[in-house]
């Protein structure tokens, strides 16, 4: 079975610009959740998903915005680029959002 | 909110030998406790987790334990192999609370020589 899948796999932006991540869970799995990780520290969360709606949200600004789609997938918007939004972007897929949650491979995006 | 703290930042071991991360959180309502091994480059792998029922959980070379009442779980691994090496974050949440979110550590680097 296939595990979470992200793209795009990296990505550099220039500060200012907005980009969109994308995700999707594994097959089966209804929630999607959203981590920044930061070189050198644990994941920090920002977003949690489940059938379509906002469930959770972590200590984010409102230039971070996300959707998931009626195919459980979702995307993560960043909008006005800062260079501290340089981070791995991890998404998590679970069954129902309170069980195990399995990480994507990540996106690494810079923003110069 | 809930706070996690994990000890130590680096360990390294020699081939054969055990290595223990230990893990403490702030939250007496969070009742799951995962363990993540990311390797460079790689997403976190869930390898092993353990609920607030449970004192202690095995599988293979591997072992969790929890102590409710001190609020610390560790992470045990036995007989540790070069491919071993990688870096572990603990985590702690409230499962079963619709939107809870993983709370990390900062992660413990784990270098076994041969």
């Known amino acids: 079975d296939a595990g979470v899948t992200q793209s795009p796999t990296h990505l550099i932006k220039t500060r200012g610009q907005h980009v969109t991540l994308r995700c999707s869970p594994i097959s089966g799995h209804k929630s999607v959740s959203w981590y920044q990780q930061v070189l050198g520290q644990g994941p920090q969360f920002i977003f949690q998903?489940?059938?379509?709606?906002?469930?959770g949200r972590g200590n984010f600004p409102d230039r971070f915005s996300a959707r998931q789609f009626p195919n459980y997938s979702s995307e993560l918007n960043v909008n006005a680029l800062l260079l501290g939004d340089s981070a791995l972007y991890l998404c998590?897929?679970?069954?129902?959002?309170?069980?195990?949650?399995?990480f994507g491979p990540g996106t690494r995006l810079t923003v110069t | 909110g809930e706070n996690v703290e994990q000890h130590p930042s680096t360990l390294s071991v020699q081939e054969g030998d055990s290595a223990v991360i230990k893990c403490t959180y702030s939250d007496s309502a969070s009742n799951y406790f995962p363990w993540y091994k990311q390797e460079l480059g790689k997403g976190p792998q869930l390898i092993i987790d353990?609920?607030?029922?449970?004192g202690e959980k095995k599988d293979q070379r591997i072992a969790v334990t929890l102590n409710k009442t001190a609020k610390h779980f560790s992470l045990h691994i036995t007989e540790t192999q070069p491919e071993d090496s990688a870096v572990y974050f603990c985590?702690?949440?409230?499962?079963?609370?619709?939107?809870?979110?993983?709370?990390f550590g900062k992660g413990t680097t784990l270098s076994v020589s041969s």
């Open positions: 998903y489940y059938e379509k709606e906002e469930r």
């Open positions: 998590a897929s679970s069954v129902d959002g309170v069980g195990e949650q399995y």
């Open positions: 985590a702690a949440s409230r499962s079963g609370q619709a939107g809870t979110a993983l709370i």
């Open positions: 353990i609920r607030s029922n449970v």
